[in-house]
């Protein structure tokens, strides 16, 4: 039986090699773009906000496995969801990786994302795991402004 480790990698690696929702969107889909300079990763996040919901979600740009799959899983996760849910599962994600304070939102569930908590025991590579989510976050204020 492979541990949970194993299977954590093994989702991560999925990620990184298949990664999902990979491409542009044309406006009016927003465009956000997000940086790590510790770590040279660079993200591209395309939403499409239609009544509230996020109907569709583009992620491009380069960097390392954790930034990557982090972005293919975070966009598979938010896709179809509204506003709101995406922002607490912004908010628990972030919680999860220790950069927030407070009690987690847990009326929604990280699934598959949970994969990336052993990130936290590398806090270099936290801000790679976060990047993603930053400029997601960014892209939902820039399409609500
Ligand atoms: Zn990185």
């Not at 990184?16 to 510790?38: D, F, I, M, T």
């Not at 979600?57 to 899983?73: L, N």
């Not at 995406?86 to 927030?100: D, G, P, Q, W, Y």
């Amino acid at each position: 039986m492979p541990g949970l480790e194993d299977l954590y990698r093994e989702i991560i690696l999925d990620h990184y090699k298949n990664p999902r929702n990979r491409g542009v969107l044309p406006p009016p889909a927003v465009r956000a773009e997000g940086h790590n300079p510790l770590c040279g990763d660079e993200i591209e996040v395309y939403l499409q906000v239609e009544d509230g919901t996020v109907t569709d979600v583009r992620i491009s740009g380069q960097g390392c496995s954790i930034s990557q799959s982090s972005a293919s899983m975070m966009s598979a996760a938010v896709k179809g969801k509204n506003v709101e849910d995406v922002r607490a599962l912004v908010s628990r994600f972030k919680n999860m990786m220790s950069i927030e304070e407070g009690e987690p939102d847990t009326s929604v569930s990280l699934g598959d994302l949970e994969a990336l908590q052993g990130v936290v025991k590398f806090p270099v590579r936290i801000k790679c795991a976060v990047l993603a989510w930053n400029t997601l976050a960014e892209g939902l204020d820039i399409s609500l402004a």
